[in-house]
């Protein structure tokens, strides 16, 4: 068996965070939003609100980081914009409340964070339907509180370049991650196909000591030149089997094997030849096969098994012929 068994696998895989990774991932967001939001959060700190803006942005992240599936759940990915916009407006109320003073904005980057978590795991539209629906809410707010836009674009524009960067890593992650599972398929193949070689020289090295034990005696025997009739009958029923091994071998095995080791020492000339791929003989088939030829009395039989569709055939050289379908395969 080879590896190439084995499921195909895509780039994406390798970009599922599972485990410690994930874990570790989340707790740094956290802990940097929080550092960032307690040293540089102005007056909007002393209020509720931005922590519990700190808490729906790691609620966020949690889902955007923590193992699932790829490209990510459908629902995840919805579930990732809500929080995000709820955090928005949230952060917002803070801004227009306590005008400038400190990084109010942090969730700003928290947010484009997430995003572009979600264009790494496979859903980057997604990703800029969210940054779009924050750039609206944005710039809503802006011309409701100041009556101009430009409040909302001094918030808004880092983030479309910083999610543009992202877009373009996730892009080239991914296609690194693709090239990187095609070459450990590409490696496994040649693996497998290499063990298939070493496993098929080492069956055929046991298989050729097992022919050279049988017919080097036989050999030596016949070099000296004292070989009885007796002796050559042995001989010829010898490279009667071997034949059978190499060009019927899935027939030279009981209770077949018998009966064509019975015809051939009532001197009858039996040929077994496998034509078929895939076939698999039951137990009863090659009873059949093996009652058959008991039953024969001609000078030539010929036990053949071939495909489409399945039949053991038996004929003999006076042009007698029977069949018998296989089901097995």
């Known amino acids: 068996m080879t590896t190439s068994d084995a499921p195909p696998r895509s ?8 485990g410690w990774p994930g874990w570790t991932l989340l707790g740094s967001f956290v802990g940097v939003n929080l550092i960032i939001a307690l040293l540089a959060g102005g007056p909007a700190m002393r209020d509720g609100h931005a922590l519990a803006a700190l808490v729906i942005l790691s609620a966020a992240g949690a889902l955007a980081v923590l193992p699932g599936r790829h490209p990510l759940d459908l629902w995840r990915v919805v579930s990732i914009i809500a929080l995000i916009v709820a955090c928005t407006f ?7 409340v306590t005008g400038p003073g400190g990084f109010l904005n942090w969730n700003y980057n928290a947010s484009n964070f997430v995003l572009f978590a979600v264009a790494l795991r496979g859903r980057i539209g997604w990703a800029w339907i969210g940054l779009g629906v924050l750039s609206v809410i944005t710039f809503t707010w802006s011309l409701v509180a100041t009556g101009a836009l430009l409040q909302g674009f001094y918030l808004i524009y880092g983030e479309v370049g910083a999610l543009l960067a992202g ?3 996730a892009v080239i992650l991914r296609t690194a991650a693709n090239r990187v599972v095609l070459l450990q398929s590409v490696r496994r193949q040649l693996v497998g196909e290499e063990h298939l070689r070493a496993e098929t020289e080492r069956e055929r ?7 050279r034990q049988r017919v080097i005696p036989v050999l030596t025997t ?3 030149g004292q070989v009885s ?3 050559r009958q042995e001989h010829r029923l010898l490279e009667a089997v071997l034949r059978d091994e190499i060009r019927g071998a899935r027939l030279a095995v009981e209770p077949l094997a018998s009966a064509v080791r019975a015809a051939r ?4 000339d039996v040929v077994l030849l496998d034509d078929a791929e895939d076939v698999a003989l039951a137990w009863d088939d090659l009873e059949w096969a093996a009652d058959v030829v008991a039953d024969v009395d001609r000078d030539r039989i010929t036990v053949r098994v071939s495909g489409d569709p399945a039949v053991l055939t038996v004929a003999t050289v006076d042009g007698d012929v029977v069949h018998r379908q296989i089901t097995g395969r």
């Open 11 to 18: 780039g994406g895989t390798l970009l599922e965070f599972g």
């Open 90 to 96: 949230l952060m917002l109320e803070q801004v227009l």
């Open 167 to 169: 877009t373009f890593f």
């Open 205 to 211: 090295a046991a298989q050729l000591a097992l022919v």
């Open 222 to 224: 016949i070099a000296a």
């Open 229 to 231: 009739s007796a002796q």
């Open 265 to 268: 020492s009532r001197g009858i």
